[in-house]
Nanobody
């Protein structure tokens, strides 16, 4: 079991930056790939970013590429999502998720085994 707790969300203006954190406890954090997803009201949960177990590989949704950056500190059992140049369309509840480390990249919600409770990001125009 892995427990995940997100933090760092809030209300910002368009163009601002936020950094989300995802603190993990339980099993060895470095055994897991991490994903970031978001869900806006009335919409399905969507993939945002993926970072592999070592932090050496990242992958992003086209909508955030070049603006969002995933990282992790395995010594601190924490993953991060740096979000820059935020837009109103980025507003959503953001979730971090974990799955056992694998060479297979996946953007599918169903492939991730553990989820945090989510943190709200609101972007005003």
């Amino acid at each position: 079991q892995v427990q995940l707790v997100e933090s760092g969300g809030g209300l910002v203006q368009a163009g601002d930056s936020l950094r989300l954190s995802c603190a993990a406890s339980g099993r060895t954090f470095s055994s897991y790939d991490m994903g970031w997803f978001r869900q806006a009201p009335g919409e399905e949960r969507k993939f945002v970013a993926h970072i592999n177990w070592s932090g050496g590989y990242t992958y992003y949704a086209d909508s955030v590429k070049g603006r969002f950056f995933a990282s992790r500190d395995n010594a601190k059992n924490t993953a991060y999502l740096q979000m820059n140049s935020l837009k109103p369309d980025d507003a959503a509840v953001y979730y971090c998720a974990a799955k056992p480390a694998s060479v297979v990249l996946t953007t599918q919600v169903s492939r991730y085994d553990y989820w945090g409770q989510g943190t709200q990001v609101t972007v005003s125009s």
